[in-house]
């Protein structure tokens, strides 16, 4: 199934700033999402990143002998993100990964991946969620949340679908505020 969806779909980095604000938190916080999902020494994977609202906390949960590789098609979003990582004293532990429209490729191998708000964006869903399979270890989550506003229920089960067909197995279906999500596990 590919989408028709041109690159000019992204949130433009001009509009970053909303979505690093504190009151973001309130609805999807960082934390309380990804706790008990990412651990000391793990590598995740922040596929869409933006400017970090995901990848700083991320960051400080894998710790100094983690990493999370920071992925983002938009380069004034992974400058964004530099920025504040280096400023918040974790820039050692992201490794910032410019994309191609096509997906990222295969990185890792990595115990984590979350794709937030950002798949529907994608035009070659399954060639992208290919790339993140082979991204994962064996067991390795894969986090899939879309914006409830922008996903109809019908389309994000169409997705979860695809999700499965790649060989990803649902494992719970976390709640974060004006959002649908499932979580994975890499086969």
């Known amino acids: 199934m590919v989408e028709p969806q041109s690159h000019d779909h992204v949130c433009p980095a001009e509009h970053a700033g909303w979505l690093t604000t504190p009151v973001r938190k309130l609805f999807n916080n960082p934390r309380r999402l990804l706790g008990g999902l990412v ?21 400080e949960m894998v710790g100094q002998t983690g990493s999370v590789i920071a992925v983002d098609v938009q380069q004034e979003m992974l400058d964004r993100l530099r920025a504040r990582a280096e400023q918040a004293g974790l820039l050692s532990r992201v490794q ?43 067991g390795g989550k894969f986090l899939l949340v ?35 999500a499932v979580l994975f596990s890499r086969l």
């Not at 000391?40 to 990848?55: K, R």
């Not at 990185?107 to 399979?133: C, I, N, S, T």
């Open 146 to 180: 879309e914006p409830s506003g922008h996903v109809t229920k019908t389309r994000f089960a169409t997705t979860v679908e695809l999700v499965q067909e790649t060989g990803f197995s649902p494992v719970a279906r976390p709640r974060t505020g004006f959002s649908r």
């Open 96 to 138: 910032f990964h410019h994309s191609s429209p096509e997906g990222p490729g295969v990185l890792g191998p990595a115990d984590f991946a979350l794709a937030f708000w950002m798949l529907h964006e994608v035009r070659d869903k399954p060639a992208f969620l290919r790339q993140v399979y082979a991204s994962l270890k064996e």
């Open 39 to 59: 651990k000391d020494g793990d590598v995740a994977i922040d596929l869409g990143c933006g400017p970090g609202f995901f990848t700083l906390p991320l960051a």
